[in-house]
């Protein structure tokens, strides 16, 4: 089995198919120890949405925080131990995420106390409303 690549030059791939017998293990990367959920952020009118991808989780994996200006969601999720049914192992393994933190500075507009989260298909989606702008009042005066 080789990975796909979608690199257009050939030669290194051409190379690598000589070198290594399997490219899966080529370089014996240990990929559980920098797996961080990869993150959408989304702006519009009334709000930011934050969109987190951590497949394989539960909504009560995740810790979210706000102190002063910043947003930090975590998961500290313990794994526990299963009997090997079969006779498989994982020869990579990128999306692991057991543990991780992520931490964002919030703007001054936003609403603390109405922040939202909800976790569906393995994305984690945290709404953060802005606060309304105060609309310039016009006001005529009138001279006495």
């Known amino acids: 089995m080789k990975t796909v690549n979608k690199n257009s030059n050939w030669l290194p791939e051409l190379l690598d ?4 017998e399997n490219k899966l293990d080529a ?8 797996s961080i959920p990869t ?11 934050v969109e987190l991808a951590a ?14 200006d910043t947003l930090k969601i975590s998961s500290k999720k313990v794994e526990e131990k299963t009997e090997k049914t079969n006779d498989s192992s994982f020869i990579r393994r990128e999306f692991n ?6 931490s964002f500075k919030l703007p001054e ?14 994305v984690l ?20």
Do not use: W
Request: negative net charge; without cysteine; hydrophobic residues 35%.
């Open 17 to 20: 198919s000589f070198l290594f």
């Open 27 to 34: 370089f014996n990367h240990n990929y559980e120890t920098f």
């Open 39 to 49: 993150v959408n952020i989304i702006e519009n009118l009334p709000n930011f949405v």
């Open 55 to 68: 497949p394989g989780l539960q909504k009560e994996d995740f810790t979210i925080e706000v102190e002063e």
């Open 97 to 102: 995420y057991k543990s991780f933190e992520r």
């Open 109 to 122: 507009n936003i609403k603390v106390e109405d922040i939202q989260a909800s976790y569906e298909n393995g």
């Open 125 to 144: 989606r945290v709404t953060i409303p802005k606060m309304e702008e105060k609309k310039a009042l016009k006001k005529m005066v009138e001279i006495s």
